[in-house]
């Protein structure tokens, strides 16, 4: 299958700083990627849909300033926590998708390993 | 609003038994089921469900899709220490394409 890595996989931070996250796709051209957080024990709710070349579509309760996400090539979108708090801190995945069927068949999105995001 | 339920939520089961994992879903626009398995890190993918009755199977897991009672289960038989796991059910949007994931199934397995 396709690979994703995501960069770095953890980082611990002070509060009120900026955190960048990178999500590639290695060996795929991922015309759409997203972003989840999951806290611990909970399962993984979807933050925003990243298209390459256009604005992130968030969900509901999502801050698009406080998480911006620029997905400026078929290969990389990035998320950045910005003056983050301690409740910001999660794991934080990315995954990636050729939205095109391939040979004729669905295909599932690619999950990165994931961040693990720790504000102090 | 999508949804997806999963249950039970947590299960504790002795290794060689076989477990049935169950996720029921509303969607407005069905496009495919995804199973996977996460252990400490990301999900990794195990099935994916885009029609009814067709059991898809790899090794000592199978799954299958009931469209019409909008449903899906994921069997596990002869059951190892290493299936110990969370299970993740997920149900794709096509309008949205985006996915919508259960709360998770905890699996333990012990020898």
């Known amino acids: 299958g396709a690979v994703v890595s995501q960069h770095p996989s953890w980082v611990i931070c002070k509060s009120g700083t900026s955190v960048k996250i990178e999500c590639r796709s290695l060996?795929?051209?991922?015309?759409?990627m997203f972003w989840y957080r999951q806290f611990p024990k909970q399962s993984l709710m979807l933050m925003a849909t990243?298209?390459?070349?256009?604005?992130?579509?968030?969900e509901q309760g999502v801050e698009k300033d406080k998480f911006l996400i620029n997905h400026a090539s078929l290969t990389l979108s990035t998320l950045t926590v910005t003056s983050a708090h301690p409740e910001d801190s999660s794991f934080y995945i990315c995954?990636?998708?050729?939205?095109?069927?391939?040979?004729?068949?669905?295909?599932?999105?690619?999950f990165g390993p994931g961040t693990r995001l720790t504000v102090l | 609003e999508d949804k997806v339920v999963q249950s039970p939520l947590s299960l504790v089961v002795h290794e060689g038994d076989t477990v049935t994992l169950n996720c029921s879903y509303e969607?407005?626009?069905?496009?495919?089921l995804l199973w996977y398995k996460q252990e400490k890190k990301a999900p990794t993918f195990l099935f994916m469900l885009?029609?009814?009755?067709i059991e898809k199977k790899s090794g000592r897991l199978s799954s299958i899709l009931d469209k019409k009672e909008l449903f899906s289960i994921l069997n596990i038989t002869a059951t190892q220490t290493g299936d110990s796991a969370v299970y993740l059910c997920?149900?794709?949007?096509?309008?949205?394409?985006?996915?919508?994931f259960g709360q998770g199934t905890r699996l333990t397995i012990n020898p």
């Open positions: 990243s298209n390459e070349g256009s604005k992130a579509t968030y």
């Open positions: 060996d795929f051209q991922a015309t759409t």
């Open positions: 995954s990636a998708r050729d939205p095109v069927s391939w040979r004729g068949k669905l295909i599932e999105q690619f």
């Open positions: 969607v407005t626009n069905f496009r495919s």
């Open positions: 997920a149900v794709e949007d096509m309008g949205a394409q985006k996915l919508v």
């Open positions: 885009t029609s009814s009755g």
